[in-house]
């Protein structure tokens, strides 16, 4: 596994994919400074001059801080190690101003981290992240509770269950969030567009996600396939859905990116390699400014059919990288909203206690070099969508007629179907 182009976690699941889970664990990061450095400067990374274990003025301040805590703070039952050391190392990754990306994980959270990768969560289903100190939902997954329950991306979270969580540390917002299948959690949301709040009542489930679904659009000659996320085997999925495609001959293939909120990096590359013969899907620049070129790989199946993109403000991560690499490419034209704009690639660096640090250990860039970070994707087409209407995806169009489709209100789609069939 090359990495995670994740930048947040969907608070899907009851909190799972709720976003980067940063919560709690460490140990001991009271013993002193050199646990400080052994957790977060792992060996296998160069490590600045004058910051070896146990020097400089900043270990010797956090070991003044501790020990002041210790001893003086009036709330004795607060002064817990534990939650100090959690505390402690939150603050470290805080302060990288990464927010809503690189995270610290307790070991809860790098379990649910490890099921959402496999598309198995429990929770109400959708990826949030930190943004302006405010818990905003990235994206709902697809048959989630929280699309069911009308979430979408760019809704702020303000409280839980009537408790205010704004400016609450992220780990701690996801774990109010969490929760068993079947018990029941009200948020009240604000959406920003239209300055609305109301409170939502969401009954968490198990959700087994099905991140490559398709179908012809009703009349047309014209597949749509979407991919919700990019978990382990979705490439193979992906393959088998355009290889029925090929086929039965259709015309034309709309790939659905729209609140797509990421997964590993390898999975982004098999995907995009499915639409291209040559060149690069993404750059990856280090820390030391160095850029490394990541491939198309070879073989993939629909390297000519007519293709349009769509994406929107939750296509994130992975998601951007195959929406970049295909409009630099020449590929196919993006038509929707500017994407989320995470650029980063996480690295999980497990610690002691079955914790883990995820760490933006590089940035990605276009195959043309343009930065994604905190600037994400233009379309080539801009179309917004109104908050009153609905994204459709084949898992609800099912049913749909001809004449639905073309009434619908999901201008993004009709837009793309008009593009990929000349109309």
């Known amino acids: 596994m090359r ?70 703070y009036v709330d004795r039952t607060a002064v817990d190690p534990k939650a100090l050391s959690y505390g402690a190392v939150r603050g470290m990754v805080d302060a990288l101003g990464d927010e809503g990306h690189s995270t610290f994980l307790s070991p809860e959270m790098v379990k649910i981290q490890g099921r959402s990768l496999e598309g198995k969560l429990e929770g109400i289903g959708a990826e949030v992240r930190m943004k302006a100190n405010q818990l905003t939902i990235v994206a709902p997954l697809d048959g989630s509770p929280a699309q069911r329950a009308g979430l979408r991306p760019g809704d702020i979270i303000l409280k839980v269950d009537g408790e205010n969580i704004t400016g ?115 750059l990856e620049k280090g820390s030391s400014g160095t850029t490394t070129p990541v491939p198309v790989k070879s073989g993939g199946l629909m390297p000519d059919l007519p293709l349009v993109v769509l994406i929107n403000v939750g296509s994130a991560s992975g998601a951007e990288v195959v929406a970049g690499a295909l409009r630099d490419a020449h590929r196919a034209p993006l038509v929707g909203e500017t994407t989320f704009g995470t650029g980063t690639v996480l690295k999980e660096f497990s610690l002691s206690d079955g914790s883990a640090l995820l760490l933006a250990v590089e940035e990605w860039l276009t195959p043309a070099g343009h930065t994604i970070w905190h600037k994400g994707i233009e379309p080539n087409v801009q179309v917004a969508l109104p908050s009153t209407a609905s994204v459709l995806s084949p898992t609800v169009m099912r049913e749909m007629t001809a004449g639905e489709l073309k009434k619908s209100d999901d201008a993004q789609l009709l837009r793309a179907l008009a593009i990929v069939t000349g109309g």
């Not at 976003?19 to 450095?37: K, M, N, P, T, Y």
């Not at 609305?196 to 959700?207: E, G, H, L, T, Y």
């Not at 495609?245 to 590993?264: E, M, S, T, V, Y």
Request: hydrophobic share 45%; charged share 20%.
């Open 3 to 72: 990495g995670q182009t994740h930048g947040g976690w969907g608070a899907n699941e009851g909190g799972g994919r709720l976003e980067w889970r940063g919560s709690d664990v460490f140990r001991f990061l009271c013993i002193g400074a050199a646990l400080f450095v052994s957790l977060v400067f792992p060996p296998s990374l160069p490590v600045r001059p004058g910051y070896a274990a146990g020097t400089g003025p900043e270990y010797g301040l956090l070991r003044e801080a501790w020990e002041k805590i210790e001893h003086h």
């Open 168 to 282: 609450v540390p992220l780990p701690k917002a996801v774990e109010k969030i969490l929760g068993k299948a079947g018990t029941r959690v009200t948020l009240t949301v604000l959406t920003p567009s239209t300055g609305n709040s109301r409170d939502v009542a969401i009954v968490r489930a198990s959700v087994t996600i099905h991140n490559v679904t398709w179908l012809a659009l009703p009349g047309t000659k014209v597949a749509l396939v979407r991919v919700a996320a990019f978990s382990e085997g979705v490439t193979k999925a992906l393959r088998g859905v355009l290889a029925t495609i090929k086929d039965r001959q259709f015309h034309g293939l709309i790939l659905d990116l729209r609140n797509n909120p990421g997964g590993l990096l390898d999975e982004a590359v098999g995907v995009a390699s499915q639409f291209l013969t040559k060149g690069n899907v993404l």
